[in-house]
Each structure stands twice: as structure tokens, then as C-alpha cells.
């Protein structure tokens, strides 16, 4: 069997792409045998990790152009550009199931900063999956209905980290509550979840009408969580308004 065959059995494509300019490089540096497998495998695992990433970020179906390139984290409060910067550097938060929680009114920047944080914490080798917390609660009703609801939360067990945007918005019937509800225990200390909210904890009894479930859900997510704040100006607003006065500003007289 010849060496391109085995490389390509073994899916091994940096090495087929790059074995014979890696060869003649070797000859003309004179590499050691070690030097020369060292540069293939860093070229084999550069185009694993592109791939990896690629794949993660399509599945995650993170909103566009919503990252840390582009948010301006001075526009937020001190303490709340800590807690983030604190979370970006340091993501074993993610590999130890603690929630986050970004928790302000609307346009303050909270569905950013989640995107923003699965963006970065895809490239750090952790899947990332963003849903709606009507979209999910949607599917978890679907998934309830068909018999078929812990085959649903089993499978998003695969992802690490679940970012809920707005939980805020679910409509309030018995049947969508419980399957959150239902949700939210799933996951305690097994998974990490990034919600976002425009309600304070002590107005959740709105998402959950029955006073003991309420005081169950917000149990489960605060046990191991960073809470952060974000109050303030409206991000989106105060953005559109310096983009209007840059337009005015480079408009030709």
C-alpha cells in the first residue's frame, strides 16, 4: 500500500498536501527525522482545529457579528467589565458547569456579550450551542408532546454550554413553564447555560407562576453562577446615535 493511500485512510490531509515541500525543505535544512514528523503534525493539527471551529460555529447559529471585535466593553459599567473579561480569560467556568447570567434592560448589550463569550469559547474547544428561550421552549413542548423529551435534553448534553437568550419572553402557560422548568433541572451541575434576561430574579415568578418552581429554578442557576449586571444606557441606542453623528460629520459640505 503506498504512502499516500495510508495517509489518506488515516485522514491525514495536511500530511498529503504538505509531504513533498516538508521533504524537500528536510533535505535542504537538513531536519532530523523528529523535525521533519513535528511540521507536519503542527499543519495536521492547524487544519483540525480550522475545521473543528468552522463546524462548531455553524451549528451553534450564534447571532452575525456579534463577538468581542466588536463590542466596546468600556460602554459598560466597571464592575460588569470585569466579570467579563474574568470569564474570557479564564473559561474552566464552562468546563465546570457554573451559569452566567447577564441580567439588564433591553439594548444594554446582554445578547452581545453571550454571543460574544460562545464565540471565543468555541476557539478555546468548547461547543457552544445558542437557542431562543421561545425557540426552546418551542422544542422542549415538541420534543414533550412526541415522548420524546429526555431524548432532546440528552442530546443537547453534547454542548457544553447552552446560551438562552431573553427567558423573559416566554409566554407563561403551565405546559411551557414545566418543560423549562424540566429543562433547567437537566442541566444542573452538568451543564453550563448563559442566560440572558431583562427581569430581575425578583420578578421571575412572571416566567414561572407557581411560587415553588420559581424558587427551584433560580436555586438551580445561581448555585454555581456569575451574575452580571448590566444597567445603564441603552448599548444599541447610544451606538446608532454616535453612528448618525459620524455620518454627519463625514458628510461633504
Not at 70 to 78: F, G
Not at 174 to 203: C, K, M, W
Not at 225 to 250: C, D, M, P, Q
Request: charged content about 25%; hydrophobic content about 40%.
Amino acid at each position: 500500500m503506498s504512502l499516500e493511500i495510508m495517509l489518506n485512510e488515516l485522514h491525514l490531509r495536511s500530511f498529503q498536501h504538505h509531504l513533498k515541500d516538508f521533504q524537500q525543505q528536510a533535505i535542504d535544512k537538513t531536519w532530523s527525522y523528529t523535525d521533519f514528523l513535528t511540521k507536519l503534525c503542527e499543519e495536521e493539527l492547524a487544519r483540525r482545529f480550522q475545521v473543528r471551529v468552522t463546524t462548531w460555529t455553524r451549528e451553534a447559529r450564534l447571532p452575525a457579528g456579534k463577538s468581542f471585535a466588536n463590542l466596546t466593553l468600556s460602554d459598560l459599567p466597571a464592575t460588569a467589565q470585569q466579570a467579563v473579561l474574568h470569564l474570557k480569560e479564564d473559561h474552566q467556568w464552562a468546563l465546570q458547569a457554573e451559569n452566567v447570567l447577564l441580567i439588564g434592560p433591553s439594548g444594554v448589550g446582554k445578547s452581545h456579550l453571550a454571543a460574544a463569550l460562545g464565540c471565543h469559547l468555541i476557539d478555546q474547544g468548547v461547543r457552544v450551542k445558542w437557542l431562543s428561550a421561545a425557540d426552546l421552549v418551542q422544542q422542549l413542548q415538541k420534543a414533550k408532546n412526541t415522548l420524546e423529551l429526555m431524548a432532546y435534553m440528552t442530546r443537547m448534553d453534547k454542548y457544553r454550554v447552552l446560551i438562552i437568550d431573553d427567558i423573559g419572553y416566554v409566554k407563561k402557560s403551565d405546559g411551557e413553564t414545566q418543560v423549562l422548568f424540566e429543562f433547567i433541572a437537566h442541566r444542573y451541575e452538568s451543564g453550563s447555560l448563559i442566560i440572558t434576561s431583562n427581569q430581575p430574579f425578583s420578578q421571575w415568578d412572571q416566567i414561572f407562576p407557581d411560587a415553588l418552581m420559581t424558587v427551584a429554578a433560580v436555586d438551580r442557576i445561581i448555585h454555581h453562577a456569575h451574575i452580571i449586571e448590566i444597567g445603564g444606557e441603552s448599548y444599541r441606542k447610544k451606538h446608532h446615535l454616535n453612528a448618525v453623528k459620524k455620518g454627519r460629520t463625514n458628510r461633504p459640505s
